[in-house]
């Protein structure tokens, strides 16, 4: 088969630039550590949220000196909690479940952006910098009141931050 | 030499009927894209924000299934009976398949439009993904399983002329049109099967009540299983265009065919085990099977990378055959008056930019920036709103007079229109992928919320601008085109004014390729082997993690939900 | 009578208007801000000398025939 030699040349340089590509979102796994939202929690039935351990009560945890947990359900059109409140310079993982159909959860001006599926749980872990505001938007169509479905979650200064009292 | 309506008259009606349905699709579908553009941004509010969901649905399914895949049956008809020069075997089978896809598509948009009028206890805005929970009148999904398998049918019928030549013509090379159909086909056959069981076995039996519960992430995955091998079907047309048509009216030859064998075969191997990359935000499915998907994803610039060069080579060829010289000053001597050229050759500039945004999608960690913000429908707007339509647009002025004698009217009008496609375009793409890296989600009637979005150059209001600007230009286009269409249509017969029904020659011919290239079966073979190790462990993971039925959850909208949930807006509100 | 075919000229002041729109992308990038205003300006500013440019006599070419249009 006869090849023109610019067709090879071309050809070659085509595969770099694709390993170059592949190699770089390697890079962003192996060693910049960006972690892909993935099966690691087990499934639960969205018809029972009500009795689950976390989602039953959602909302902030403490789970260590500087992380915390975040447990919410997003239903059509809103998510629970709507205000998520958390410290200034802190790790947070949010864990985040469906009660009817798929939404997303994605605070908005960042990466943190995730599909939620009934059934599933999506858990993303993020650090936190200074106090600020985002707003949190559901970008996955989920019915008719879809451009309603909003949320915000505000980073407080770490003094100024209390966590609510478990009933 | 002679033109195609006078060598295949009765293929000429078919792929006549074919074009002129999806002319009216894109007609409508470019009316609700104006009435989405200027509600989205606030300007002109003609709908109730809860009713963008059906015109949306209604955008997506007119555009990318009926105006797309109707222009392909139209184009596949075409190339397979001019490569073989021999017609259909059985037009009563062809005007059946033909018959089942337009009755689906009117089955499926029944309920859609039924959710529009009060009176009607139907609704199907679930868009064109269809993502259950989320639920669609049971008439929507048997519409869709009709029009999918008229496309099965369809691609029977050409297999069957194919077969038919075969038997006369055992050593020859199959020529390269056919090819591309054949390849093309293979593909479809083996990923469109997964949305036809998905909609079969679990979502029409759901819709008429014989199950409770479907598996969300289940069907979701048999989607994308589909998903993205469709986005290939709606360009493989196009590369054909490219391929076959372009060097041709740019007044040379194609570069190499045994190349262009080499690219559909590569589409044929990775369009389907790529699926995943649709998934890469998705919980449930586990990392390892994200990075398949993306790795294939990449490989699958290369069969892109190859039709560039290709295309630009014979492009040049033309150029210089027409008198051009030198290292740039060639392009000045393309036919840029001919809109059937300008119109293809602006498609394939702006499926490059689509490539660039392409990769963004596709890195697997990269994603998370863009997924299901304004940044991906800037991209296909790119892909097959551009590559794709304004290629079809294009293709429809060398095609129309080939397919009913009369020659194209309104030359000048038909540039106009590819070069108002390509500047409304520039604007509205370019707006929307900025606002996508702002946030701003896709898919909403109203991205105004409480807080603000900030783009990293300009603002808001400038990119709104900038998609109201494009959204009218690419509607006044539509019009245009459809003007040109319907100009032509009333003009007299007079084939001594049209082109002879031919396709470009190769410089490199198909002897020069190995025999094997031909070898559908050894291709379709390896093709289904990646499909099931790219696709086993995830399903078998799905279904053993919740069953194929799912973990539970009931199907919505529901009646009492909408008046629950509207108490509930007004609250948050 | 313009140095190149008037429908180039056209083709090539549509195929101006994505650079043109790009460049403001790169003017942010290398600090400058211009606004809405400004880049508008500026686009048109490159249009006229494109067009400018087709239509200027090529006094350097004196005797050459002129195109067909």
Same mark, same amino acid.
């Given at each position: 088969?006869?090849?023109?030699?610019?067709?090879?040349?071309?050809?070659?340089?085509?595969?770099?630039?694709?390993?170059?590509?592949?190699?770089?979102?390697?890079?962003?796994?192996?060693?910049?550590?960006?972690?892909?939202?993935?099966?690691?929690?087990?499934?639960?039935?969205?018809?029972?949220?009500?009795?689950?351990?976390?989602?039953?009560?959602?909302?902030?945890?403490?789970?260590?000196?500087?992380?915390?947990?975040?447990?919410?359900?997003?239903?059509?059109?809103?998510?629970?909690?709507?205000?998520?409140?958390?410290?200034?310079?802190?790790?947070?993982?949010?864990?985040?479940?469906?009660?009817?159909?798929?939404?997303?959860?994605?605070?908005?001006?960042?990466?943190?952006?995730?599909?939620?599926?009934?059934?599933?749980?999506?858990?993303?872990?993020?650090?936190?910098?200074?106090?600020?505001?985002?707003?949190?938007?559901?970008?996955?169509?989920?019915?008719?009141?879809?451009?309603?479905?909003?949320?915000?979650?505000?980073?407080?200064?770490?003094?100024?931050?209390?966590?609510?009292?478990?009933? | 030499?002679?033109?195609?309506?006078?060598?295949?008259?009765?293929?000429?009606?078919?792929?006549?009927?074919?074009?002129?349905?999806?002319?009216?699709?894109?007609?409508?579908?470019?009316?609700?894209?104006?009435?989405?553009?200027?509600?989205?941004?606030?300007?002109?509010?003609?709908?109730?924000?809860?009713?963008?969901?059906?015109?949306?649905?209604?955008?997506?399914?007119?555009?990318?299934?009926?105006?797309?895949?109707?222009?392909?049956?139209?184009?596949?008809?075409?190339?397979?009976?001019?490569?073989?020069?021999?017609?259909?075997?059985?037009?009563?089978?062809?005007?059946?398949?033909?018959?089942?896809?337009?009755?689906?598509?009117?089955?499926?948009?029944?309920?859609?439009?039924?959710?529009?009028?009060?009176?009607?206890?139907?609704?199907?805005?679930?868009?064109?993904?269809?993502?259950?929970?989320?639920?669609?009148?049971?008439?929507?999904?048997?519409?869709?399983?009709?029009?999918?398998?008229?496309?099965?049918?369809?691609?029977?019928?050409?297999?069957?002329?194919?077969?038919?030549?075969?038997?006369?013509?055992?050593?020859?090379?199959?020529?390269?049109?056919?090819?591309?159909?054949?390849?093309?086909?293979?593909?479809?056959?083996?990923?469109?099967?997964?949305?036809?069981?998905?909609?079969?076995?679990?979502?029409?039996?759901?819709?008429?009540?014989?199950?409770?519960?479907?598996?969300?992430?289940?069907?979701?995955?048999?989607?994308?299983?589909?998903?993205?091998?469709?986005?290939?079907?709606?360009?493989?047309?196009?590369?054909?265009?490219?391929?076959?048509?372009?060097?041709?009216?740019?007044?040379?030859?194609?570069?190499?065919?045994?190349?262009?064998?080499?690219?559909?075969?590569?589409?044929?191997?990775?369009?389907?085990?790529?699926?995943?990359?649709?998934?890469?935000?998705?919980?449930?499915?586990?990392?390892?099977?994200?990075?398949?998907?993306?790795?294939?994803?990449?490989?699958?610039?290369?069969?892109?990378?190859?039709?560039?060069?290709?295309?630009?080579?014979?492009?040049?060829?033309?150029?210089?055959?027409?008198?051009?010289?030198?290292?740039?000053?060639?392009?000045?001597?393309?036919?840029?008056?001919?809109?059937?050229?300008?119109?293809?050759?602006?498609?394939?500039?702006?499926?490059?930019?689509?490539?660039?945004?392409?990769?963004?999608?596709?890195?697997?960690?990269?994603?998370?920036?863009?997924?299901?913000?304004?940044?991906?429908?800037?991209?296909?707007?790119?892909?097959?709103?551009?590559?794709?339509?304004?290629?079809?647009?294009?293709?429809?002025?060398?095609?129309?007079?080939?397919?009913?004698?009369?020659?194209?009217?309104?030359?000048?009008?038909?540039?106009?229109?590819?070069?108002?496609?390509?500047?409304?375009?520039?604007?509205?793409?370019?707006?929307?992928?900025?606002?996508?890296?702002?946030?701003?989600?896709?898919?909403?009637?109203?991205?105004?919320?409480?807080?603000?979005?900030?783009?990293?150059?300009?603002?808001?209001?400038?990119?709104?601008?900038?998609?109201?600007?494009?959204?009218?230009?690419?509607?006044?286009?539509?019009?245009?085109?459809?003007?040109?269409?319907?100009?032509?249509?009333?003009?007299?017969?007079?084939?001594?004014?049209?082109?002879?029904?031919?396709?470009?020659?190769?410089?490199?011919?198909?002897?020069?390729?190995?025999?094997?290239?031909?070898?559908?079966?050894?291709?379709?073979?390896?093709?289904?082997?990646?499909?099931?190790?790219?696709?086993?462990?995830?399903?078998?993971?799905?279904?053993?993690?919740?069953?194929?039925?799912?973990?539970?959850?009931?199907?919505?909208?529901?009646?009492?939900?909408?008046?629950?949930?509207?108490?509930?807006?007004?609250?948050?509100? | 009578?313009?140095?190149?075919?008037?429908?180039?000229?056209?083709?090539? =002041?549509?195929?101006? #208007?994505? $650079?043109?729109?790009?460049?403001?992308?790169? %003017?942010?990038? *290398?600090?400058? !801000? /211009?606004?809405?205003?400004?880049?508008?300006?500026?686009? =048109?500013?490159?249009? #006229?000398? $494109?067009?400018?440019?087709?239509?200027?006599? %090529?006094?350097? *070419?004196?005797? !050459? /025939?002129?195109?067909?249009?």
């Amino acid at each position: 088969m006869n090849v023109h030699d610019y067709e090879k040349l071309w050809i070659g340089l085509s595969m770099v630039l694709i390993v170059l590509f592949i190699g770089s979102i390697t890079y962003g796994s192996v060693v910049a550590g960006v972690v892909m939202i993935d099966d690691a929690a087990d499934p639960v039935d969205p018809d029972a949220l009500g009795d689950h351990p976390d989602f039953g009560d959602p909302g902030v945890t403490q789970t260590g000196e500087d992380t915390y947990e975040v447990h919410v359900v997003a239903f059509h059109p809103g998510f629970n909690p709507d205000v998520i409140e958390v410290p200034a310079n802190s790790t947070v993982t949010f864990h985040v479940t469906s009660m009817d159909v798929i939404h997303s959860f994605s605070i908005v001006g960042t990466n943190a952006n995730s599909m939620v599926i009934p059934g599933e749980v999506s858990s993303m872990t993020v650090e936190l910098g200074a106090p600020n505001r985002y707003g949190i938007v559901c970008n996955e169509y989920c019915g008719e009141f879809h451009h309603l479905m909003e949320g915000e979650l505000v980073v407080v200064p770490e003094d100024e931050f209390e966590l609510e009292a478990d009933e | 030499m002679s033109t195609y309506v006078e060598q295949f008259p009765a293929e000429a009606r078919l792929v006549r009927s074919a074009m002129y349905t999806a002319f009216v699709a894109l007609g409508l579908g470019a009316a609700f894209g104006l009435l989405q553009v200027l509600h989205r941004t606030n300007v002109l509010r003609v709908i109730d924000s809860t009713d963008y969901y059906t015109i949306l649905t209604l955008h997506g399914v007119l555009l990318v299934l009926t105006f797309t895949i109707f222009f392909l049956v139209a184009i596949f008809t075409w190339a397979i009976t001019t490569s073989l020069d021999r017609p259909l075997p059985d037009h009563r089978f062809s005007w059946t398949w033909y018959g089942l896809m337009t009755g689906g598509t009117v089955l499926a948009a029944i309920p859609i439009v039924g959710g529009l009028i009060d009176q009607i206890d139907m609704s199907a805005a679930v868009l064109f993904t269809f993502y259950a929970p989320l639920q669609a009148h049971w008439l929507f999904y048997v519409g869709l399983a009709l029009f999918v398998v008229g496309t099965w049918l369809a691609g029977v019928d050409w297999i069957r002329t194919y077969l038919a030549w075969r038997r006369e013509h055992p050593d020859e090379r199959i020529p390269l049109p056919t090819f591309m159909v054949l390849t093309t086909m293979g593909f479809w056959y083996l990923s469109s099967v997964g949305v036809a069981l998905s909609v079969l076995v679990f979502l029409l039996p759901w819709s008429l009540g014989i199950f409770e519960h479907v598996n969300a992430l289940l069907t979701r995955t048999m989607f994308w299983y589909f998903g993205h091998a469709v986005v290939y079907f709606w360009l493989m047309p196009t590369y054909l265009l490219w391929y076959l048509l372009l060097p041709k009216v740019a007044g040379g030859k194609l570069f190499s065919d045994p190349l262009a064998r080499i690219v559909f075969v590569l589409f044929l191997l990775l369009s389907t085990p790529t699926g995943i990359h649709h998934q890469y935000l998705d919980p449930g499915i586990a990392e390892g099977f994200k990075y398949v998907a993306m790795t294939n994803t990449m490989f699958l610039l290369l069969p892109s990378l190859l039709t560039a060069f290709t295309v630009v080579a014979s492009i040049e060829h033309g150029a210089r055959q027409r008198g051009g010289t030198g290292r740039l000053r060639w392009l000045g001597a393309l036919p840029w008056r001919d809109p059937v050229f300008t119109g293809m050759a602006l498609a394939g500039v702006m499926f490059a930019a689509a490539g660039f945004s392409g990769i963004v999608n596709a890195g697997l960690n990269v994603n998370y920036l863009v997924h299901n913000t304004f940044w991906v429908v800037g991209h296909f707007h790119l892909t097959v709103g551009t590559a794709v339509a304004l290629t079809f647009m294009a293709a429809s002025y060398w095609f129309l007079p080939q397919v009913t004698g009369k020659p194209l009217w309104g030359r000048p009008l038909a540039l106009g229109q590819v070069l108002l496609w390509f500047l409304g375009m520039t604007f509205m793409s370019n707006a929307m992928h900025r606002g996508g890296l702002a946030g701003i989600p896709r898919r909403t009637a109203e991205p105004q919320y409480n807080f603000s979005f900030e783009p990293a150059i300009g603002s808001v209001a400038e990119l709104d601008a900038q998609v109201v600007l494009g959204g009218t230009l690419l509607f006044l286009s539509t019009v245009l085109f459809l003007t040109v269409v319907l100009g032509t249509l009333r003009g007299g017969v007079d084939p001594t004014r049209i082109p002879a029904n031919t396709y470009a020659a190769a410089l490199s011919e198909a002897e020069d390729g190995p025999r094997i290239l031909d070898n559908l079966r050894l291709w379709v073979l390896i093709a289904v082997v990646l499909v099931i190790l790219a696709y086993a462990f995830p399903i078998a993971a799905i279904v053993d993690r919740s069953g194929w039925l799912g973990p539970g959850g009931s199907p919505y909208p529901q009646v009492v939900w909408v008046v629950e949930y509207l108490v509930v807006a007004l609250a948050l509100r | 009578m313009s140095r190149i075919d008037p429908v180039v000229l056209l083709v090539l =002041l549509v195929f101006t #208007v994505p $650079i043109l729109v790009q460049l403001r992308t790169v %003017a942010f990038y *290398l600090g400058f !801000e /211009p606004t809405v205003t400004q880049s508008i300006i500026l686009g =048109l500013a490159v249009i #006229v000398v $494109i067009v400018g440019w087709a239509y200027w006599p %090529a006094r350097w *070419l004196p005797s !050459e /025939p002129e195109g067909c249009e």
